[in-house]
Nanobody
């Protein structure tokens, strides 16, 4: 099994920045996609950004130009740099990883709150 542990969430004012980190561990064969999802109260979980093992990235339209995803395949980590944060970015952010053998895995989530 793959374990994912997120860090870096918190409270930030509108216009501020946060960087989320996610560490993968456990029985890993190959993580062909790592990414970030978020879920706001009363809403479905949605993709924020993901990154393939060859650094192909994909972003939700709502975060393009503000968020940047990156990964370190050696350290088995994925990051989400979030700039110009808006109140509508408030959500629980979940790290995800797709392993070629064991399938999709989720972290426990980290709260991001954007408020003045």
């Amino acid at each position: 099994q793959v374990q994912l542990v997120e860090s870096g969430g918190g409270l930030v004012q509108p216009g501020g920045s946060l960087r989320l980190s996610c560490q993968a561990s456990g029985t890993i064969y190959s993580l062909y996609v790592m990414g970030w999802y978020r879920q706001a109260p009363g809403k479905h979980r949605e993709l924020v950004a993901d990154c393939s093992s060859v650094d192909m990235t994909n972003y939700a339209d709502s975060v393009k130009g503000r968020f940047t995803i990156s990964r370190d395949n050696v350290k088995k980590m994925v990051y989400l740099q979030m700039n110009d944060l808006k109140p509508e970015d408030t959500a629980v952010y979940y790290c995800s990883a797709d392993d070629v053998v064991s399938g999709k895995h989720w972290g426990q989530g980290t709260q991001v709150t954007v408020s003045s």
